[in-house]
């Protein structure tokens, strides 16, 4: 098990629907992340919140929109996603936004969009 | 790419055998951090190696670091089947404000 918690586990969602992934942790780490995972290819970068503020975008289309409610969450919207967004969503946090802060990751939420 | 490369893309031994793997980067670092992920999981963090150490041990996990030649090895020894996992580096470039990934190693550990 690990201290970063993902909702939901799995999701399929057709291409005209809205739905939210949720992160949480209580570890009293002040950034977070979100990265995206295709299969057999390492994560890629999305987000990054630094005490509640978004620090990082990596240029990630407008269909995905992140929110980070206080410093223990952390959501990624999503509307009107395309079939090639099917992935492993990946949260994680750290205790600081610098270098020498590991990562925690959760174990993911499988999108499927059809 | 900022990313690192790691070689090679997948690793098949037998229990008991040592696994190497190699990561190699492009520009200059703070830090190279190794991280495991098995199999619809997420990431767990291994090890974190500062730009100025050259080798770090923690169990049967042993990183090197060598600056110049822009490189790092992760060596597991004595493995086990439970090391089954994919294996990925993430050099922490100087400058930037967030950890990438390099391109994995998958190993595969027959009991």
């Known amino acids: 098990d690990t201290e970063v918690t993902q909702t939901p586990k799995h999701l399929v969602m057709g291409m005209t629907n809205k739905k939210s992934l949720k992160c949480e942790q209580h570890?009293?780490?002040?950034?977070m992340y979100w990265y995206k995972q295709k299969a057999k290819k390492p994560p890629e970068l999305m987000f990054v919140?630094?005490?509640?503020?978004?620090?990082i975008n990596e240029s990630v289309p407008s269909r995905f929109s992140p929110e980070c409610p206080n410093s223990s969450l952390l959501n990624l919207h999503l509307h009107a996603l395309q079939p090639e967004d099917s992935a492993l969503y990946l949260c994680?946090?750290?205790?600081?936004?610098?270098?020498?802060?590991?990562?925690?990751f959760g174990n993911g939420t499988r999108l499927t969009v059809t | 790419s900022q990313q690192g490369e790691e070689d090679p893309q997948a690793l098949s031994i037998q229990e008991g055998e040592n696994a190497t793997m190699n990561c190699s980067y492009k520009t200059s670092i703070n830090n190279l951090q190794w991280y495991r992920q098995n199999s619809g999981r997420g990431l767990v963090h291994l090890i974190l190696?500062?730009?100025?150490?050259r080798e770090k041990h923690s169990g049967r996990l042993r990183v090197t670091l060598d600056t110049s030649k822009k490189s790092s090895s992760l060596l597991i020894t004595a493995s086990r089947a439970a090391d089954t996992a994919s294996y990925f580096c993430?050099?922490?470039?100087?400058?930037?404000?967030?950890?990438?990934f390099g391109s994995g190693t998958r190993l595969q550990v027959q009991p």
């Open positions: 993430a050099p922490y470039h100087t400058g930037r404000r967030a950890l990438t």
């Open positions: 570890m009293g780490h002040r950034a």
């Open positions: 919140y630094s005490y509640e503020k978004l620090s």
């Open positions: 190696i500062r730009s100025n150490e």
């Open positions: 994680a946090s750290s205790q600081l936004g610098g270098s020498n802060s590991p990562l925690h």
